[in-house]
């Protein structure tokens, strides 16, 4: 693998990245991010490392650099992790489906990530890695925001300047 790979960012990173900001704080475990995310240990220190290349993290890597993280949300996270919504599937609400945007958007479209454990049924959303689902279960924080991604991700025009005003927000 070439080295320029290796430093190429990925979606779990940005996974990572929230849960950092949804703890509340910006000093962080590798082995509490690993479980609550139900990730291994080797992607949360790969995912760090990637994300400290590319300026997300910085004083040595114990901070999330919000301006710019929120930067790449508004600008890139569409166009580097499209989504378009697939077919209907039971999961958990995400995008203008889920807190904080439902009470905002009433429409009969309602998106969701795939998950059998799932309370809602609506068009299905890709997450952004496959354990979001039971990761934003246990993390209301971290539920909203990727939640606010989905928004930037897939949704019209009204849903994402929505979902931009309430992330630049919190993180900025």
């Given at each position: 693998?070439?080295?320029?790979?290796?430093?190429?960012m990925k979606p779990q990173?940005?996974?990572?990245?929230?849960?950092?900001i949804?703890?509340?704080?910006?000093g962080?475990i590798?082995m509490l991010?690993a479980q609550?995310l139900?990730?291994?240990?080797?992607?949360?220190?790969?995912?760090?490392?990637?994300?400290a290349?590319?300026g997300?993290?910085?004083?040595?890597?114990?901070?999330?650099?919000?301006?710019l993280f929120?930067?790449f949300?508004?600008?890139g996270?569409?166009?580097?992790f499209?989504?378009?919504?697939?077919?209907l599937?039971?999961?958990?609400?995400?995008?203008?489906s889920?807190?904080?945007?439902?009470?905002?958007?009433?429409?009969?479209?309602?998106?969701?990530w795939?998950?059998a454990?799932?309370?809602s049924r609506?068009?299905s959303?890709?997450?952004?890695?496959?354990?979001?689902?039971q990761?934003?279960?246990l993390?209301?924080n971290?539920?909203?925001?990727l939640?606010?991604?989905?928004?930037v991700?897939?949704?019209?025009?009204r849903?994402?300047?929505?979902a931009?005003?309430?992330?630049?927000?919190?993180?900025c």
């Amino acid at each position: 693998m070439s080295k320029s790979k290796l430093h190429q960012m990925k979606p779990q990173d940005i996974v990572v990245l929230a849960k950092i900001i949804a703890m509340g704080n910006d000093g962080y475990i590798q082995m509490l991010l690993a479980q609550t995310l139900f990730m291994s240990q080797s992607e949360i220190s790969s995912s760090l490392k990637r994300s400290a290349y590319a300026g997300l993290l910085i004083n040595k890597g114990n901070e999330v650099e919000r301006k710019l993280f929120f930067e790449f949300i508004k600008y890139g996270l569409s166009y580097v992790f499209p989504v378009h919504p697939g077919p209907l599937v039971r999961g958990t609400a995400t995008a203008h489906s889920a807190p904080p945007l439902e009470l905002e958007f009433v429409s009969d479209e309602k998106y969701v990530w795939p998950y059998a454990k799932g309370y809602s049924r609506g068009q299905s959303i890709t997450p952004l890695y496959p354990t979001v689902p039971q990761a934003a279960i246990l993390d209301e924080n971290l539920h909203e925001l990727l939640s606010l991604f989905d928004a930037v991700r897939a949704g019209r025009a009204r849903e994402k300047n929505r979902a931009l005003e309430i992330l630049e927000q919190r993180l900025c």
